[in-house]
């Protein structure tokens, strides 16, 4: 049963678990003891923050365990923010970090940075959102959701040359290797390295300033409170090490999978998008979108044919958001599908993939009624025309979720002649997203949205 | 080799050991995903808190998994005071409370309430304390380094009837029972009870205001930000389950032994102080200080013995001061050793314990030259007499660390008349809490202290 989403969770590396149960039995302890069975723990935390420092590329007394990456960052903006308080209060960060970063913003006067198409910031346009009172920079070393590599180098250059320190979220790519350049913070996740949960790391370069904002603990360098979490921590380490003895040959292998995917997708399902930079990726990882398809039904019949893989379809989220990393690229979000391989993923997995694929997709759009696939347009429908069909339509789409909205849209294009104006009233959030990504891809003139009596109301144009 | 210390960190349970091994093939994905890995992780999840909330008294959507019980008790109290902030910034807890929550109230307005010699709250001191504007109080359900039990039925009622919430730090007795009483907020750490670290847990009663005051998060009802801990926290809640079915049983069994170590040390050695309830107090866990004696010696000599046993005192901690603990019982903290016995301690563990231990103090007694057993003082030494001892004495202890000072008191004592005035100058913070312990125990008149030019002059009347 292929699992296909170690972006969210990669499933225990064989290292990490003999680790784990042989530290079970070595490391429960408490490291700050002096008897036998605490020096024994220290010993192995040492010997894990060692191995750990190694590769993320920084001294060991450079680095805390955290119980979570997403606690690590919170530390690490909260710590760095407060370190240069004197500064100023403003934030810079791209528009596609984790939400574990724009949560811990939020009390902070920030600027997001926009990416392009591919989810890529560019690196001139973060240096110049740097400022005078700017405390903290932030920018993740590969996004979680489509894969897109980030230039941290060049915005560690131009942070380092403004003075400011730059926070770099490396949970994606640290089983790939250390994250270059001058940064000053950095945090991970071990459970996305094939570690167990409960382990994240926190980087904090000498000469950067840190002051943490929990309250004080003697562990962990006052930066991360509470008892350590020990076993899982020596596994973290051990997996760590293991992931990077084979991340060379694995993302050879893993990234050739993922170009198939990439090229082989829009040509066995009509109406998808490939997403995400076709290069400057994460080797495992590739994000696609398909038209008139609602994300949890896709995944659905996914996960009954065997294959688990994570959607940011707004129908997938709590709140009924697209993903804001999707928003931020401005491409379509529904039926969106992420598929991140495990290291072992093999040919046959994908194959197999790529042949159920357009089945579901296919049995999804029919269920939703979607227009016929690849149907760009047409003439005026024959009921149209012979009601001598007016330039203008409105298509009320209230109270209508993702993609029904899109789905409409597709289907009455036709029944108004080019140059006719379509309506969209939608208050689904999504329509804001797909209704735009809908015209580029369908070769239609978005014209834009204004707020109606109830909802928004998008405007179209037939231009083919 | 026996573990004498429980109260930092029990040994894992077996029953712990095999639901981690089990859940980490079962619980390793995100139990937020719906695929079948997800789901699979979320019934794990979902026992394991409905397990663990029958075991604390609450119901489960009352209760949440956080990193530790240190992070339990931090969100506890910024959660529960932000959620009362228009009632007012107070906080009262007891004087003895573990330093997580005493460092988490530090940006509070707040009152210690005292204790006794005992180491216990007057419920009724504690009732007087609340305030119109308090917006939290703190008790623990036992004390940490000495055992005692605290009054927390008859607090929680009391605070209940003043419109205050309690916040229960159980996490000392939560593997012997629930805690009664009408408390709104409760916090405890696996590792405590034989679970793996890196799980704590908190319960917050309907009712209670409660504002997380950490970056917003989905996960845990927003009071635990980061991914689940799950194969800890899966084996947290089946060693709660466990611990709890011998607890009745293991309680009898534990306190015998305890009682014998409180009769028996100070039989077997010298001029030793048993601190802590006599009766109400944990079954399993027993302090006594020992005159003259360094406590970080003292723990080396008995680790070399082969046993693993705590310490409150100076010399064990990095700031080199007393145990806050001891300091606020007002007793005596050099030469301090904490046993705490794990489930299953054996007789035999406990006889070659009490066989060990006059040697080991012995040993160190005789090393620090320390004043003969159970010496009083005596009548003047024949050089003092022969010299025609002034009535007043200076001992210089100044840059001597515990337990010099006292040792040099006591060696001096004899070489003033009674009635004759003794000034100890010290900077040790040992002294301070030690000096006034050593006068009650000797049944000397401890006059006060002031300051000295360099350090504190401490002032003894020789009364016997």
Redesign the interface.
Known sequence: ?P?F?TA??A??HPVA?QA??AA??EG???PA??????RRARLLLDAAREAAAAAVGCRPDELVFT?????AL?AAVAGAAAGRHRTGRHLVHSAVEH??VL??A?PFDTTAVGVDRAGRVDAGEFAAALRTDTALACLQSANHEVGTVQPVAEVADACRAAGVPLLVDAAQSLAWGPVPGAWSLLAG?A?KWGG?????LLAVRKGTRFAPQ?????RESGRA????????IVAAAASLRAVRAEAAAEAVRLSALVDRIRTRVPQLVPDVEVVGHDRLRLPHLVTFSCLYVDG?AL??G??RAG????SGSSC?S?TLTPSHVLKAMGVLSEGNVRVSLPAGTGEEEVTRFLAVLPEVVAEVRGRLGAPPAGRTSGPASAAASAAGASADLVVDSLGKRCPIPVIELAKVIGDVPVGGLITVLSDDEAARLDIPAWCAMRDQDYIGEHPATRGTAYQIRRRT
Chains 1, 2 share one sequence.
């Open positions: 049963m699992y989403d969210s969770a499933p225990l678990r784990l149960i079970l039995d429960w302890a408490d003891r002096l008897y036998r069975e605490g119980p979570s990456g997403t606690r919170h939400s574990a949560h811990a939020e996740s459970h167990p949960p409960g382990v994240g929990e309250p004080a603990d003697d409170p509470g008892f350590e979490n020990l076993p899982a949890e995944l659905t996914l996960d294959f688990s893989v994570s997938t709590s």
